[in-house]
């Protein structure tokens, strides 16, 4: 089992492996994992969410019958691969990942084990895109913060991403100073790793807020923008008025 921080570090040579990530279980994970022909993958299920976007991956990853199960966002933290190898905790496990043995309560290593023995999968994946839109005047979508751009300066910046950091990256906080940023709680967590995230971006001079998990889909900007509602800011976000159950379209109206 090869173990990272993130489903977007996979390298060619994963191909036919299981591969645990530290990432959120949603849609477009699923198309990197199927893009990148592994055997089978685990992920973090992000307090499921809305819609149970944080483990959406597993159904559509059952359709071309690859293994895919995700872990207890309460067992171990998100972003922090070695973390969910050490102390995770299955919570939920597609019909191929089943069909091997895995069960929810597994540790990670045990399903891990029996996964590196499910066959390969079969069948083609559509491409799971992610996106960025223009919301607002002055405010910018992307379903991950890795659509950042340094043009991007000047904005509100509202992204999909989970709020936490990757600990393989201790340097990384945010690609470029925005004016303000708003991210996915992912359920918080063990040890509030989805919102990691937020304090450092104040370091960078940057306001920070993370909406709560239940009230928008994890790697959905435009969820986030219609129904988020904030869960926690960070020191420069609270000084300018942020506070918990304001709305994404009120935070962002606060910088933009």
């Known amino acids: 089992m090869i173990v990272i921080d993130s489903i977007t570090h996979v390298e060619p040579s994963y191909r036919g492996r299981v ?7 949603g849609a477009y994970c699923a198309g990197v994992a199927a893009k990148a022909g592994l055997r089978a993958v685990m992920l973090n299920d992000a307090g499921f969410g809305l819609d149970r976007a944080g483990v959406g991956a597993l159904a559509l990853l059952d359709t071309i019958d690859m293994g895919a199960a995700a872990i207890d966002h309460m067992s171990a933290r998100i972003g922090d691969g070695a973390d969910m190898a050490r102390r995770g905790v299955l919570s939920a496990v597609n019909e191929a990942a089943a069909r091997a043995g895995c069960r929810i309560g597994m ?3 045990e399903a891990g084990a029996l996964l ?17 839109m223009e919301l607002a005047p002055g405010v910018v979508g992307l379903d991950s913060l890795s659509l950042l751009e340094a043009s ?6 509202v992204s999909g991403s989970h709020g936490a950091l990757l600990p393989a ?17 992912a359920g918080m967590g063990c040890d ?10 104040a370091g960078m001079g940057v306001p920070a807020a993370a909406v709560e998990g239940a009230t928008a889909r ?4 435009r969820s986030l923008w219609n129904t988020g509602r904030l869960s926690a800011a960070n020191s420069l976000a609270r000084a300018a008025g942020a506070a918990p159950g304001m709305t994404v379209p009120q935070f962002a109206e606060l910088f933009a």
């Open 107 to 109: 540790g990670a290593a």
């Open 116 to 132: 590196a023995e499910a066959p390969e999968p079969s069948g083609v994946l559509p491409p799971q895109e992610e996106a960025r």
């Open 19 to 25: 591969v645990l990530a530290g990432s959120h279980g």
């Open 169 to 185: 990256n201790p340097g990384y906080v945010i690609h470029h100073v925005v004016r303000a940023v708003v991210c996915h709680d």
């Open 218 to 221: 994890i790697g959905d900007a």
């Open 192 to 201: 509030e790793a989805g919102i990691s995230r937020l304090e450092p971006c």
């Open 152 to 157: 991007d300066g000047h904005k509100v910046v």
